[in-house]
């Protein structure tokens, strides 16, 4: 999955409150994203440094009651920063760059199921080339972390022109491309930035599931307090590795209870106030082969 913001939209803000929904297995983006279960994570810095990443980490920490410092059903939050002495790493978008990682991932974090790559420009800037060719190496090594079982995050810079940054060959091995903007500089309250979030490709959601929607940088709110767009109504989220609705278990066990696909929508929306269309529901329970 990749991350796409221009400069100073806040893209380092959500990625880790990804990585921190990851780790303990909650929900992002006030319960538009959720992870299916908690999972050992790997934050890759290659911009803030070590200091500011984990200012930003203990903010969003204490809002939730909880410290990456601490394990949490024995899973891992690992921050790395290759601007701290003695943490670089060659250029990720090169061969020796892909080695070396995977070398640091078998010796320091072998249980490693989710890495943050923050970001694409600074880790791997051969990779935000144009051409096909210097994306090779760093698609190779998406490749490989995913044979491992490694779902990733990328966050990438946008160009010019509004997209990211390179050649979009290394768009096609992801699951998923969302963009945040700013719809304007000013929030809607002192202090707050308000973000949309949208889906520029996603291979595993439909409809509803996929639909832009705001939120809002409110400290000290978590300072990734949601709020819905006027005229929004809340969506139900898809979930944050392969994007699988978090919804869809549930569903499973009501459709093999007997219930049509329209009462299972019915059930959902009455749950949690919002769930996905009947259609959608049947769309996924035949992905998975109810």
Not at 7 to 18: D, I, P, Y
Not at 71 to 92: C, H, Q, V, W, Y
Not at 192 to 211: L, M, P
Not at 243 to 258: F, I, T, Y
Request: aromatic fraction near 6%; proline fraction near 4%.
């Amino acid at each position: 999955m990749m991350l796409v913001a221009g400069t100073g939209v806040g893209k380092t803000w959500v990625a880790f409150a990804v990585a921190l929904a990851v780790w303990k297995g909650t929900s992002a983006l006030g319960g538009k994203w959720t992870a299916s279960r908690a999972r050992n994570v790997l934050y890759l810095d290659g911009e803030m440094g070590e200091s500011a990443c984990k200012e930003r980490l203990k903010a969003l920490g204490q809002a939730q009651r909880r410290t990456v410092d601490e394990e949490i059903g024995g899973k891992r939050f690992e921050l790395l920063s290759t601007m701290t002495e003695g943490n670089a790493l060659p250029d990720l978008g090169t061969e020796e760059g892909g080695e070396a990682l995977l070398g640091w991932i078998d010796k320091r974090f072998p249980d490693v199921e989710f890495i943050v790559f923050d970001n694409l420009s600074t880790l791997a800037p051969t990779a935000c080339g144009n051409s096909t060719e210097c994306q090779e190496e760093f698609r190779t090594l998406l490749k490989k972390l995913k044979a491992r079982g490694i779902s990733c995050l990328i966050v990438q810079h946008t160009s010019k022109s509004g997209d990211q940054r390179g050649s979009n060959a290394k768009l096609d091995i992801l699951d998923a491309v969302v963009k945040l903007d700013r719809p304007s500089k000013k929030g809607t309250a002192e202090k707050t930035t308000r973000i949309t979030v949208s889906y520029e490709k996603c291979r595993n959601a439909f409809g509803s599931d996929i639909e832009p929607f705001t939120v809002e940088l409110s400290p000290p709110d978590g300072l990734l307090a949601t709020s819905p767009c006027e005229g929004q109504t809340k969506k139900s989220a898809p979930d944050v590795d392969g994007l699988q609705p978090a919804w869809l278990e549930n569903a499973k066990r009501m459709r093999e209870d007997g219930m049509s696909y329209r009462q299972l929508a019915h059930a959902l929306a009455q749950s949690d106030g919002s769930g996905p269309t009947h259609e959608t529901v049947r769309k996924w329970l035949q992905k998975i082969g109810e």
